[in-house]
């Protein structure tokens, strides 16, 4: 997984930890590792890493997190365009 950025403090990710039930499928799911559970709910840990695959939110049970997905793969197709980073976000690779 290569190690790109996504641009600064614009990332749409939200998270309702009053819904959360701490049952990890986030965590499990997000290929970036923005997100952690412990003590005992989820808690977003690198939100700059952040994709916005939509992948979290998708398999939420509680409907505890949101994002705007598919913004992050074409900013990141759109940094590359512009040399400011790698032509990829990462979340489509396979190997
Ligand atoms: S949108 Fe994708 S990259 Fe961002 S936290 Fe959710 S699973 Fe991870
Ligand atoms: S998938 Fe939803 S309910 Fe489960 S730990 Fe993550 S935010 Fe909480």
């Known amino acids: 997984m290569p190690d790109l950025r996504y641009i600064p403090n614009v990332v749409t990710l939200e998270l309702d ?7 990890g499928r986030c965590a499990e799911v997000c290929p970036h590792g923005v997100l952690v559970v412990e003590n ?7 939100r700059d890493a952040c994709m916005e ?9 509680a409907q505890a997190l ?25 979340c489509c690779e396979t190997s």
Do not use: H, Q, W
């Open 40 to 46: 005992p709910t989820a808690r977003i840990v690198d």
């Open 53 to 61: 695959c939509g992948a979290c939110a998708r398999n939420c049970p």
């Open 17 to 23: 930890a009053e819904k959360c039930t701490g049952c």
């Open 66 to 90: 949101s994002v705007n997905a598919g913004v992050g793969c074409a900013a990141a197709v759109l940094a590359g365009a512009v040399g400011r980073a790698e032509s990829s976000c990462g």
